[in-house]
């Protein structure tokens, strides 16, 4: 049962307002959960859960999603034994060639931008 709603509002929420939520209910044994957070939404799709809800601003982003899954979905794990992300090495500088190649691949995606948008007028 998919449904839609509308958030009537202009204001969209902060990245320290975006939340996700999990509950588990135990009469129907199955994961809940609601999420405002884009990569969780993401990450549910392409696990299988199941949608049930889409609500969207007034201008037609998403606002947030509602998913359902088997009591099997989740699992928990030993938080000692889970290893801490290492921080991410900087990368190095780009060479004027790299930099040249950039320019020029975002300038074909430019003109083939403006060419199908002539076709399709």
């Not at 990245?15 to 939404?41: A, P």
Request: aromatic share 6%; net charge positive.
């Amino acid at each position: 049962m998919k449904t839609k709603g509308t958030v009537s509002t202009q204001c969209k929420l902060s990245n320290s307002e975006m939340e996700t939520h999990l509950t588990f209910d135990l009469v129907d044994r199955k994961w809940n959960m609601w999420t405002s957070i884009k990569k969780d939404m993401n990450k549910a799709k392409k696990q299988g859960w199941t949608l049930l809800k889409t609500e969207r601003y007034t201008d037609g982003t998403i606002y947030s999603e509602m998913y359902e899954a088997p009591e099997n979905a989740i699992t928990f794990r030993d938080v000692s034994k889970v290893a801490e992300k290492p921080e991410r090495k900087p990368r190095s500088p780009m060479t004027e060639e790299q930099k040249e190649k950039m320019r020029q691949g975002r300038l074909a995606k430019k003109i083939e931008a403006e060419v199908k948008a002539k076709e399709s007028a």
